[in-house]
C-alpha cells in the first residue's frame, strides 16, 4: 500500500474520532493532565498513530513523505540559499581535529561522509515575518537576533518544511531571523543513508557560512528533539575548537543518549508519543543495512574475494536465511554477567562478564535478559552503528564535560520517555566535575585527554524547566495551550541571552492580548487560580511562579542553574532535589550501558517485524548480495562507511540523484492549521497597533469610574468599562536587559526587610564600597551578600546613606523623614495601574480633580508642598477648619 496523504489519512482518521469521543466519555483521568485539553489529547494520539503507521512502511517512503513541500503562509518570507564549498571544507576540518585520529579511525576514515549526491549542495533556508523584513530593509538593518534551528525526526525523517510553522512562530515570538540548516529543496542529509558525521558536517557548515554574515552574538541555536542533540554537539566541536560560540542555545527535548540507558526509556510512559520499542521499519535497501556477522566478513575481504570468483552462486546465499536480528542463548555459562566495564572479558571463576553492554569495536553488543544471554545483531539506532552509539559526539551526555558553553535553555516534556537524559544533561552541563562519564568512555582516549577535559571548563549556566506530563518536543503541537506557555519561555530566554551577549536592550513581542490562545478558553484565568490555589495547599511554603511573558526578566541562576516544575498553565515551582531525580542519581558507570528494559521491548518488537516481514527482508538481502558480487564503490586509503551509508553501496554507474520533490495536501492543511494561530494573530496586531480614537474630556467621563476599594485589577488583560474599553499599552514592544542574573550573588526573596538593612549596615561599616558611582558591586566577601554593598554617588547625603537599599532599590521609608530620603518612583509605580496615556477618555488626568486624600498627597509631595502633604494626615473635623 502506497504511503501518502490518502493512506495516512485513513489511518488516523478512525483515532481521532475516537479520542474525540473518549474525551468526553471518560474525563476523570484526564483531569489536571495536559489531555485535559481536547486540542492536545487530540495531537498526542494523532502523532502516535502516524508513527506506529509510518513504521510499518520503509524508511525511503516515510522520508519521502516528510520531505514534501508545504507552502509557508503569505505573511512569512523565505528565502534559499545555497552554502558554498569552502565552508564544508572548513567543516569537515574542524571535524577531524575534533574527532582526533583514533576517532577518525572509528568512523571509518576521513572522507566518506563528506560525499554528496550529485547535485545535491548544502541548501538553508531563511524564515522571517515579512513586516519584519520590510522594516529591516527599510532601516538597512542586517539583524541582531537570528535563531539557527536545527530540526527532529530521530536523524531519519523530517524536514524544514515539516517543521517550519514551529520557526517561524519562533521568529514572530522572538522577531527574529531564523536560519533552519538544510540540503537539497529543504532537506539535509538524513540516516541511514547519510549516518554520523554526515549529518555533524552539514550543521556546523550552516553555522560557519551564518558567521560571514553575522556576529556570533546575535545568534540563537535552537533544536528539538535530535536536532537538540546535534546542537549539544555543536556547540562542544566549536568550543574545542575555538570556533566562535553563540549568544545561547534552546534545546527542545533534546535526544542526547543513543543508548537509551536511563530509567525513563525502559519504563512506561502514557503521556508520550515516541514508540516504547524505538523505530522499527519495513525492510528496505536502506534499512536494515547488513548485520555485524556480515560486516565483519566484509572488513575481512570475504566479499571482495567472491565477487572475483568463477561460480554461478550469489556470494553470502546464506545471507538470506538470516532474517532474525538478534540471537538468544537460553543456556548461558552460569557466571555470565553484564559488562559495565567495557572490556568484554569472562573468566571461570565467576568474576568475569561475557555480556558486552558498553558499545565498542570488535564485538556485538550483548546483554543479560531474564536469565537468557542476548546478543544484537542488527544495528539498533539508525544515526550510528551499534559499536558508535557511545561516541561523544553521538551521544554527547558522554562528553567529559559539558562546561564552558553559552547558557541553555533546556525543556523537558515530564511525561516523555527521554526525560531523565535530559535532566542529567542541564545538571551535567551546570556541574561538570559532579557528573563525569564512566570510566569505560574515560580511559578510550589515550594520554588522559578525557580525564583532563573534565577540569577545564568553567560550568554552564542552564535554566532547566520540567513540564509536567508533557509529551516530547510539546511545541510540535504549536496549536494548545502548553506550546504556547513553551514559545513564550523560548523568546524570554532568547531575548535575554542576546541582550546579554550584545550588551545591550532587546525589544520583543508581547502578543498576549492579541494571541487567539489567550483568550480562547474563558475558564482559563479561573484554572490558573485553582491550580495555584491546590498547590498552596498542599504546600504552604512551596514558592509558585509565571512563566515569564515577553520582557519579563530571568530568575536569577543559583548554582549555574533556574531549576523549575511547570504545569499547563505555566505555573512554575522549583524542581526537586538532584537526589530525587531518577537521573541524576544514576551511578556513572551505568550511563552509556544498554539496559535489559529497552532492551526487552526492543526484541518483542524486532521479533514482529522480522516475522510479518521475512519475505520483503529475504528479497532485499538477496538483491543486496547481487550488487555485493558487482563490487560497491571504493575509497582510497581503506576507508570504511558506516554500514547503511550510501557512500559505501554505489555502484558504478548508477543514477543517486534524489527524486523530484512531491507536494503534500496533507501536510500543507496540518501547516496551516498551526498557522492559523500566526494568522489571526498577524490581525490582531494590526487592529492593536491603530493608533487609538480622540474624545473630548466631559464631566460625566468619569461617572463609570473604578470604585476606590476596589483594588483588582486584569493588568495584561482588556479591561471592559460601560463607556469603553482601554487596553494597558498600546505598545506591545517589552524591552529585555540582563539584570546580572548569572551573578553569583542571590538574596532569598523571603528575607525579611530588617535583616537586609542589618546586612547592609554590617557591609557599610566594615567598609566594602565600590569606587563606581554607577552599579553596585557583585563580589562576595565574607558574609555579607556583596549585592548589598552600596555604591555612594555624589548627591548622596547622610540621611540617604541610611537608607536601606539592595541592588540599587530602596526599601521602605517614611515621609516624615528628610526629603531627600523619600524616593518619588515608590510612589509613582505603576504597577496594576494601566497607563494613563491608554485611556480614551483623553485629559482625564489633567481635569485638576482631586479624588481622594491618596492623591492629593501624592501630589503635593511630588510638587514639594510639604505642609499640604502634611495636613492630609490630620482628622477630618481639622481639615474642615482649615
Known amino acids: 500500500m502506497p504511503f501518502n496523504t490518502t493512506t495516512v489519512g485513513a489511518a488516523v482518521t478512525p483515532v481521532v474520532i475516537q479520542t474525540f469521543f473518549s474525551h468526553y466519555l471518560n474525563r476523570k483521568p484526564l483531569a489536571q493532565k495536559p489531555t485535559a485539553h481536547i486540542s492536545y489529547d487530540e495531537g498526542l494520539h494523532l502523532i502516535r498513530k502516524f508513527l506506529l503507521y509510518a513504521s510499518h512502511n520503509t524508511v525511503e517512503d516515510i522520508q519521502r513523505f516528510t520531505s514534501q513541500w508545504v507552502p509557508h503562509p503569505r505573511w512569512v518570507k523565505v528565502d534559499e540559499v545555497t552554502i558554498p564549498d ?19 579511525e572509528k568512523v571509518g576514515g576521513k572522507t566518506w561522509w563528506q560525499w554528496r ?7 538553508a533556508e531563511w524564515i522571517e515575518m515579512r513586516v519584519d523584513y520590510q522594516e529591516r530593509k527599510k532601516n538597512k538593518d542586517a ?26 512562530r519562533h521568529a514572530r515570538k522572538l522577531k527574529a531571523r531564523v536560519f533552519a540548516r538544510l540540503t537539497l529543496l529543504a532537506r539535509y542529509r538524513l540516516a541511514p543513508q547519510f549516518p554520523f558525521p554526515c549529518g555533524l558536517h552539514d550543521c556546523l557548515s550552516a553555522y560557519l557560512y551564518l558567521l560571514t554574515a553575522q556576529d556570533p552574538n546575535t545568534i540563537i541555536l535552537a533544536g528539538d528533539s535530535a536536532g537538540g542533540g546535534m546542537v549539544v554537539s555543536m556547540l562542544v566541536t566549536m568550543r574545542d575548537r575555538e570556533i566562535p560560540l553563540p549568544a545561547g542555545a534552546i534545546l527542545l527535548s533534546p535526544w542526547v543518549d543513543l543508548t537509551h540507558s536511563f530509567p525513563s526509556v525502559g519504563g512506561e510512559n502514557p503521556f508520550d508519543y515516541i514508540p516504547a520499542h524505538g523505530f522499527h521499519q519495513k525492510p528496505s535497501p536502506s534499512w536494515p543495512p547488513p548485520n ?20 554461478k552462486s550469489h556470494p553470502q546465499e546464506s545471507e538470506a536465511d538470516a532474517v532474525q536480528g538478534f540471537h538468544v542463548d537460553l543456556s548461558p555459562a552460569p557466571w555470565t554477567k553484564n559488562d559495565t566495564a567495557g572490556n568484554g572479558t569472562a573468566s571461570n571463576d565467576g568474576t568475569g ?50 562546561g564552558g558553553l553559552p547558557p541553555l535553555l533546556i525543556l523537558t516534556g515530564g511525561g516523555e520517555a527521554l526525560r531523565d537524559e535530559q535532566i542529567y544533561l542541564a545538571h551535567k552541563a551546570a556541574n561538570p566535575t559532579k557528573y563525569p562519564p564512566g570510566d569505560a568512555f574515560l580511559d578510550e582516549s589515550p594520554h588522559d585527554h578525557n580525564r583532563n577535559q573534565i577540569n577545564r571548563w568553567n560550568p554552564t549556566d542552564v535554566q532547566l524547566q520540567v513540564w509536567d506530563d508533557l509529551c516530547h518536543v510539546a511545541p510540535t503541537l504549536s496549536f494548545t495551550r502548553p506550546a504556547k506557555y513553551m514559545y513564550r519561555s523560548v523568546a524570554q530566554f532568547g531575548a535575554w541571552a542576546l541582550a546579554r551577549a550584545q550588551h545591550t536592550e532587546i525589544d520583543i513581542l508581547d502578543d498576549d492580548d492579541v494571541s487567539i490562545i489567550s483568550n480562547s478558553n474563558s475558564n482559563s484565568d479561573s484554572e490558573l487560580r485553582a491550580a495555584a490555589e491546590e498547590k498552596k495547599k498542599g504546600d504552604q511554603k512551596e514558592k509558585i511562579g509565571q ?83 558487482k563490487g560497491y564503490y571504493q575509497f582510497d586509503d581503506g576507508e570504511v562507511p558506516s554500514p547503511s551509508a550510501l557512500a559505501g553501496r554505489r555502484l558504478t554507474g548508477e543514477d543517486l540523484k534524489e527524486k523530484k520533490k512531491g507536494k503534500s495536501y496533507g501536510m500543507s492543511l496540518w501547516s496551516l492549521w498551526g498557522s492559523k494561530h500566526d494568522e489571526m494573530t498577524t490581525m490582531r496586531e494590526k487592529k492593536a497597533d491603530k493608533d487609538p480614537e480622540i474624545s473630548v474630556a466631559s464631566p460625566a467621563d468619569g461617572a463609570n469610574a473604578r470604585n476606590l476599594h476596589d483594588k483588582k485589577m486584569g493588568q495584561g488583560k482588556w479591561i471592559e468599562f460601560h463607556g469603553g474599553a482601554y487596553s494597558r499599552s498600546r505598545s506591545r514592544r517589552r524591552t529585555v536587559t540582563d539584570q546580572n542574573q548569572t551573578g553569583h ?78 524616593s518619588m518612583t515608590t510612589l509613582t509605580s505603576a504597577i496594576g495601574v494601566p497607563p494613563v496615556d491608554d485611556l480614551k477618555q483623553e485629559g482625564a488626568k489633567n481635569s485638576g480633580v482631586e479624588r481622594n486624600s491618596v492623591d492629593r498627597r501624592a501630589s503635593a509631595a511630588m510638587q514639594g508642598r510639604q505642609d499640604e502633604c502634611n495636613c492630609f494626615d490630620e482628622p477630618a473635623n481639622r481639615r474642615k477648619d482649615r
Open 86 to 104: 569552502e565552508y564544508l571544507k572548513n567543516a569537515a576540518e574542524a571535524i577531524q581535529e575534533q574527532l582526533g585520529p583514533h576517532g577518525v
Open 117 to 123: 549526491r550529485p547535485g545535491s549542495e548544502l541548501q
Open 143 to 168: 539583524g541582531k537576533r537570528v535563531m539557527l534551528y536545527v530540526h527532529g525526526g530521530a536523524y531519519f525523517f523530517g524536514s524544514v518544511d515539516e517543521h517550519r510553522y514551529q520557526m517561524q
Open 292 to 311: 555485524s556477522d556480515d560486516m565483519l566478513a566484509i572488513q575481512e575481504g570475504i566479499v571482495k574475494n567472491l565477487a572475483h570468483a568463477d561460480h
Open 353 to 402: 562478564s561475557a555480556a558486552n553492554t558498553v558499545p565498542g569495536p570488535g564485538h556485538n553488543l550483548s546483554i543479560m535478559v531474564d536469565g537468557n544471554l542476548v546478543e544484537i545483531k542488527d544495528q539498533i539506532q539508525m544515526y550510528a552503528s551499534n559499536q558508535l552509539m557511545s561516541h561523544p559526539l553521538v551521544s554527547p551526555i558522554l562528553q567529559p564535560s559539558l
Open 547 to 629: 512563566v515569564g511573558k515577553a520582557g519579563d526578566s530571568l530568575p536569577p541562576f543559583l548554582n549555574h542553574m533556574i531549576r523549575q516544575r511547570v504545569d499547563r498553565h505555566g505555573t512554575t515551582r522549583p524542581l526537586e532535589h538532584e537526589s530525587e531525580l531518577a537521573g541524576c542519581i544514576l551511578s556513572p558507570s551505568e550511563i552509556g550501558v544498554i539496559k535489559a528494559a529497552p532492551v526487552r521491548k526492543w526484541m518483542a518488537a524486532k521479533k514482529q517485524w522480522d516475522t510479518k516481514y521475512a519475505s520483503s527482508k529475504r528479497k532485499v538481502q538477496k538483491q543486496r548480495a547481487k550488487e555485493m558480487a
Open 745 to 822: 550573588d542571590v538574596v532569598d526573596e523571603n528575607t525579611s526587610a530588617a535583616e537586609l538593612y542589618k546586612a547592609s549596615e554590617r557591609a557599610h561599616a566594615s567598609g566594602h564600597q565600590d569606587d563606581s558611582r554607577l552599579t553596585p558591586k557583585f563580589v562576595v566577601d565574607g558574609d555579607v551578600p556583596s549585592i548589598l554593598i552600596r555604591s555612594p554617588t555624589i548627591e548622596q547625603d547622610e540621611s540617604e546613606l541610611k537608607r536601606p537599599k539592595a541592588g540599587g532599590i530602596a526599601y521602605p521609608f517614611t515621609l516624615k523623614q528628610k526629603a531627600a530620603s523619600a
